[in-house]
Nanobody
Framework: QVQLVESGGGLVQAGGSLRLSCAAS????????MGWYRQAPGKQRELVAD???????DYVEPVKGRFTISRDNAKNAVYLQMNSLKPEDTAVYYC???????????????WGQGTQVTVSS
């Protein structure tokens, strides 16, 4: 079984910063892509940023230049540094990882429980 545990959300004023963390644990054989999604009230969940096992990154246009995704393969962790936050960044942020377990050796998507980020104006 695999678990993703997120931390780092909270309330911040516009222009402020937050750093989200997500750690994967359990019977992990390998982790491929790792990413962060967000879902604002009344909206669909959207990809914010992702990072491949080789370190290649991709960002949705509204966060380019403000957010930075990184990963620590030794810790099975992924991070999202969010700077210059705006009220429109308010959402529940979810970690998503493509993981192969030691029992199946096939890759499946796993989700964290979500962490609330609220940016006040």
């Amino acid at each position: 079984q695999v678990q993703l545990v997120e931390s780092g959300g909270g309330l911040v004023q516009a222009g402020g910063s937050l750093r989200l963390s997500c750690a994967a644990s359990g019977s992990i054989f390998s982790i491929r892509d790792m990413g962060w999604y967000r879902q604002a009230p009344g909206k669909q969940r959207e990809l914010v940023a992702d990072i491949t096992s080789g370190g290649n990154t991709d960002y949705v246009e509204p966060v380019k230049g403000r957010f930075t995704i990184s990963r620590d393969n030794a810790k099975n962790a992924v991070y999202l540094q969010m700077n210059s936050l705006k009220p429109e960044d308010t959402a529940v942020y979810y970690c998503n990882c493509r993981i192969a377990t030691r029992s199946k050796y096939t890759y499946n998507n796993y989700w964290g429980q979500g962490t609330q980020v609220t940016v006040s104006s």
